[in-house]
T-cell receptor, first 114, second 109 residues
Framework: KAGVTQTPRYLIKTRGQQVTLSCSPI?????VSWYQQTPGQGLQFLFE???????NKGNFPGRFSGRQFSNSRSEMNVSTLELGDSALYLC?????????????FGNGTRLTVT | TQLLEQSPQFLSIQEGENLTVYCNSS?????LQWYRQEPGEGPVLLVT?????EVKKLKRLTFQFGDARKDSSLHITAAQPGDTGLYLC?????????FGPGTRLSVLP
């Protein structure tokens, strides 16, 4: 069974640009959740999608958005990048969502904003 | 202020030693999960504890959920270099799913 795949693995962007990150979940998993990991703030929940609908959202500005497609693949978009957006972005898939079933994480996309 | 606090923040021990790391909150959680993250990889789920007072064992790892479901601990017996990593606790809170800041464990051979 293939694991969670995130692309790209590394990304370097300039302030003000936008970026799109991709996540392919484990087959059969309908929930995809996104997290930002930084040395100072640790792992923080961005949002969760289930069957193409955003079900939960963390405390991040509207510049952070996402979507989920009918095949459960998900994308996360960050617009008007700021230096503080530099982080490891992780996605995780699960059968029923973070609260009710185990999370399976990808290896992340490391975003550097210069 | 973190909803989930973890201690210690860093721990460096010799192979063969025992250790305990803690996850604490002032809030009640319906369940808590423990993950281990190695450099360059995403976290991997170790266990989910659901019932207050529950104890779960996974080989040399013993997990306990506090009676009041506000805290949890992870005890490792005879630590090995392969146990090195960032140990994270996590749980659902409101619409959020929160992680503790983690305990970074280094087991030296």
């Amino acid at each position: 069974k293939a694991g969670v795949t995130q692309t790209p693995r590394y990304l370097i962007k300039t302030r003000g640009q936008q970026v799109t990150l991709s996540c392919s979940p484990i087959s059969g998993h309908r929930s995809v959740s996104w997290y930002q990991q930084t040395p100072g703030q640790g792992l923080q929940f961005l949002f969760e999608y289930f069957s193409e609908t955003q079900r939960n959202k963390g405390n991040f500005p509207g510049r952070f958005s996402g979507r989920q497609f009918s095949n459960s693949r998900s994308e996360m978009n960050v617009s008007t990048l700021e230096l503080g957006d530099s982080a490891l972005y992780l996605c995780a898939s699960s059968l029923q969502g973070p609260r009710n079933s185990p999370l399976h994480f990808g290896n992340g996309t490391r975003l550097t904003v210069t | 202020t973190q909803l989930l606090e973890q201690s210690p923040q860093f721990l460096s021990i010799q192979e063969g030693e025992n250790l305990t790391v803690y996850c604490n909150s002032s809030s009640v959680f319906s369940s808590l999960q423990w993950y281990r993250q190695e450099p360059g990889e995403g976290p991997v789920l170790l266990v989910t504890v659901v019932t207050g007072g529950e104890v779960k064992k996974l080989k040399r790892l013993t997990f306990q959920f506090g009676d009041a479901r506000k805290d949890s601990s992870l005890h490792i017996t005879a630590a090995q270099p392969g146990d090195t990593g960032l140990y994270l606790c996590a749980g659902g809170y409101g619409q959020n799913f929160v992680f503790g800041p983690g305990t970074r464990l280094s087991v030296l051979p």
